[in-house]
């Protein structure tokens, strides 16, 4: 599929800009250290690190939100996590590359993470990701995503319109709010994928590197 040209690309940080599994995963084992309990694997709570504390303590625990213990766990596995919140993040490969083409071609990008603002402002700058024309985080509008909200203010911030926006994501709701916004949408092969098929989400295009971004992005 041939996409409109973009003015700028967005991206979701955790499993789409930034490998931040390794971090995540360390702060749900420390719960489980803390509990006399052995650690789980990395293999398995990879894929959910997109879902954050619902998602980790959920792999680990086997605990929900409507479990009443599961608050007090969330904030514990929060507080674990910003003590230690980029000792193994990484950029994926090729992403900073990715992000200096499009900038060389007059193309502004930016972040939108459901994450909340607590995090994303003490990672964002630790990772290399300061020069971002936005970031916006999971509190930064009243809604997260899979509701538009989140980039409808990206947009409305850089002042670029939606429809010549692109959307990265490397989950179901990145898809689902980029097309709520009117953004053209891209599903992040190379991420977490929250233990689900990509091809699944109906994404205007799959990639599976980073770097294939820019093939897409830039006049031929």
Same mark, same amino acid.
């Given at each position: 599929m041939?996409?409109?040209?973009?003015?700028?690309?967005?991206?979701?940080l955790?499993?789409?800009?930034?490998?931040?599994?390794?971090?995540?995963?360390?702060a749900?084992?420390?719960?489980?250290?803390?509990?006399g309990?052995?650690?789980?694997?990395?293999?398995?709570?990879?894929?959910v690190?997109?879902?954050?504390?619902r998602g980790l303590?959920?792999?680990?625990?086997?605990?929900?939100?409507e479990?009443?213990?599961?608050?007090?766990?969330?904030?514990?596995?929060?507080?674990?996590?910003?003590?230690?919140i980029?000792?193994h993040?990484r950029?994926f490969?090729?992403?900073?590359?990715?992000?200096? *083409?499009?900038?060389?071609? @007059?193309?502004?990008w /930016?972040?939108?993470? !459901?994450?909340?603002a607590?995090?994303?402002? =003490?990672? %964002?700058?630790?990772?290399g990701?300061?020069?971002?024309?936005?970031?916006?985080?999971?509190?930064?509008?009243?809604?997260?995503?899979p509701?538009?909200?989140?980039?409808?203010?990206a947009?409305?911030r850089?002042g670029?319109a939606c429809?010549?926006?692109?959307?990265?994501?490397?989950?179901l709701?990145?898809?689902?709010?980029?097309?709520a916004? *009117?953004m053209?949408?891209? @599903?992040?092969g190379? /991420?977490?994928?929250? !233990?689900?098929?990509?091809?699944?989400?109906? =994404?205007? %295009?799959?990639?599976?590197?980073p770097?294939?971004?820019l093939?897409?992005?830039l006049?031929?």
């Amino acid at each position: 599929m041939r996409l409109r040209l973009p003015r700028a690309v967005l991206f979701d940080l955790d499993g789409t800009l930034a490998d931040t599994a390794p971090d995540l995963a360390a702060a749900v084992n420390l719960m489980r250290s803390a509990r006399g309990l052995p650690p789980v694997p990395y293999e398995q709570l990879r894929p959910v690190a997109s879902a954050g504390a619902r998602g980790l303590i959920g792999a680990a625990f086997g605990t929900g939100p409507e479990a009443p213990e599961f608050a007090a766990m969330r904030t514990e596995f929060l507080d674990n996590y910003a003590a230690a919140i980029a000792i193994h993040t990484r950029l994926f490969d090729g992403i900073r590359e990715t992000l200096n *083409g499009l900038v060389q071609a @007059g193309l502004q990008w /930016g972040i939108v993470t !459901n994450k909340p603002a607590r995090f994303t402002d =003490a990672l %964002v700058p630790l990772i290399g990701l300061g020069d971002a024309a936005c970031v916006i985080s999971g509190d930064t509008t009243p809604h997260a995503k899979p509701h538009p909200q989140p980039l409808l203010e990206a947009a409305l911030r850089i002042g670029v319109a939606c429809e010549s926006c692109w959307y990265v994501g490397d989950d179901l709701r990145d898809i689902q709010a980029g097309r709520a916004a *009117g953004m053209a949408t891209i @599903g992040a092969g190379w /991420g977490y994928c929250g !233990n689900t098929d990509p091809v699944s989400w109906e =994404a205007d %295009v799959l990639i599976a590197q980073p770097g294939q971004l820019l093939e897409l992005a830039l006049p031929q």
